[in-house]
C-alpha cells in the first residue's frame, strides 16, 4: 500500500467547569493510510465543550424580580458559559410578552451586547398571562425571521453542529401563542416545540412561581426539558434566585459519546490515523432486518441498512439519546457535504446504553443503479459533532466519531467478460488538480482493470501534462491498470460544483476466491478525498 498517516493530536476534556487546560496527547501511531488529511485544530478546553446559548425571557409586568435578579447576575452566568465552553460560545437574547423580541441573535463575540441587551430589560406588560412562550421558543429553535409575525427583529444565527446547543426559558405563565389565550392548540404547539428541538437543542425551563405554582405551568415547563434532555428548576416565588438557578441549568452540559467506526481498529478518538476511513465496518447493507454480512442494495426494492452505534467513546458517558440520519450518493470520491448526498431515511430517539446497539432502518425504493455511497450521522443533543461540518466528507468524518461513510462495492466477475461499474469524481476544494489512484490491499486481481474517463475528463488530463504511474491508454478516453499494487493517473481539473462518472471495468483472467480494489481521489499534496473499495470474487 502507498497509503501514509498522520500524527492525530486531540486535546482531553478538563474534569472542573473552573479549570481551561489544554492537555496536548501522545501522536497515535502511524499506519497505513491512503494519504494524509489535515485535521482541524480542537475547540477549546473545557468541560461542555463549544456553547450555543439563548435566552428566551419572559419580561412582563409580574417578572419584575426574576429580571432584577438576572440583571444582578449576568456577568457571572456570561462567565460561567465561557468556562464551560472553555472561550468557544455563542449568545442569543430573545424575550416575550404577547410578541416576540430578538434583541441578539445568535453569534459569537456578542457577549457586552447580551449583557447590555440583560440590562435593558424592563418588566412589564403582558396582560396578566398567558404568554407567548411557545411562539418566543418556536424562533429560536426554528430560526424565523420577523416577517409575517408579530415578532420584532430576525433570528437567523447558526446552531453550530459541534456545540452543546441550549435554550434557557425563564417564565412564569402559560404559553398562550400570540392570541392572549391559553387552550389546549397551545399546550400541542409547546410540546411540538420541544419535538422539534429534540435530539439537537436542549430546552432548560426555569420557572419562577410568581403566582404560586401552577400545575399546568409546571408540566408544560417539564415537557419541554425531558423531551430535549435539558432540565426543569424551579425559583424562589421572587425571583430572587433566578440568576443562580440559570447557572445550575447551564451546567447540564453532561456528554454522552456514541461512535460509529471508520475502521476496524477504531476507538472513537477523533481525529486518527486510521485507514481507509471511508469503508466503515459498523454500517452494513442486507436484504432483510436480520443481520447479514453485507450486500449490495437491490434496486426497485428495499434493503435494510444496519449501522452499529458504539457506547462510550473516549469523550462522554451514559446512556444517549438521539436520532440516527442516513445518507446516499453517487459511487465514487470526493463528494461534497451536504450538496451530493441524498437523505434516505431517520431513526428518530434511538436510545443507546452502554454497550454496542445495533439499529436497522429501512431503505425503500433503492433507486439504479444500485452502487452508491452511505454516510451515517449521529445527532444528538448531548453529543454534539467536535468539529464543525465543512464541505469536505472525508474532513468532516475523520475529525467527528459522530460520522461513518462506508463506500463498498461486493462485485462478482466472470473470466473473460468485463463487469462494469461506476465511479463519480469531484472536488471539495477551489478548483485544483485531483490525482485517481488504484491499489490492491491484498494482493493484485487476477484479471485487467480499465477505467474510462469519459471525453471532458481525458481532455483535461492530457491538458494538464498527461502524467500516469502504472498506468497505458488504451483508447481515445480509456485507461489499463497494468502495475497491480499501485498506479495512478494525476492531474484532473475538476471545480467543487462539478462531477464525473467514469466507468470502471473488472475483467477476470482466471479464478481468484477473492480480490480487493480500492480506487480513490487525492489532492495535489496526496491528502485522501474519497475513495470505494471493489470486494471482486469470480463466479
Known sequence: MFHRSVPARRRALVAAASALVAAVLPAIPAAAAPAVVPVAQPPAAGPCGPLDVTFVIDDTGSMGGAIANIKAGINTIIGDVSTLSGGDFKLGLVTFKDDVKVLNDLAAGNQAAVTAGVNGLVAGGGGGGPEASDEALNTAVNNLPAAGRPQTGNFSGVWRSNATKMIILVTDALPGGFDDTHTAVDVANAHTRA????????????????????????????????????????????????ATTIQQSLRNCRRTDVFVRDHAADTGVEPHGLNPIWTSPDITVCPSPAPCAGTNPVVGGTSYIHVKLNNPGPNGAGTATGDLKLYYTAQGGAAIWPTHWTHINTATNVTVPAGTTNVVIPWNGVPGPGHFCLLARWVS???????????????????????????????????????????????????????????????????????????ELAARWKQSGGKAEGIRQVGETAFEIVDGKRAVLAGLAIDPKERFETKIDFTATADQARAVVWVNQTDEKGEDLGGVEFRLTTE
Open 195 to 242: 419535538l422539534q428541538a429534540q435530539n439537537n437543542i436542549k430546552i432548560n425551563s426555569v420557572y419562577v412561581p410568581t403566582g404560586g405554582v401552577s400545575a399546568p405551568v409546571v408540566t408544560i415547563m417539564q415537557d419541554y426539558a425531558t423531551t430535549t434532555g435539558g432540565v426543569y428548576t424551579q425559583t424562589a416565588a421572587n425571583g430572587s434566585n433566578t
Open 381 to 455: 443533543a448531548t453529543d454534539p459533532m467536535t468539529f464543525a461540518e465543512g464541505p469536505n466528507t472525508l474532513t468532516n468524518t475523520r475529525n467527528n466519531n459522530n460520522i461513518a461513510w462506508r463506500n463498498v462495492d461486493t462485485v462478482r466477475v466472470k473470466p473473460g467478460t468485463p463487469t462494469t461499474r461506476p465511479f463519480t469524481l469531484a472536488n471539495p476544494n477551489p478548483r485544483a488538480l485531483t490525482n485517481l489512484v488504484f491499489t490492491a490491499p491484498e494482493g493484485p486481481f487476477a484479471g485487467k482493470v480499465t477505467i474510462d474517463l469519459g471525453r
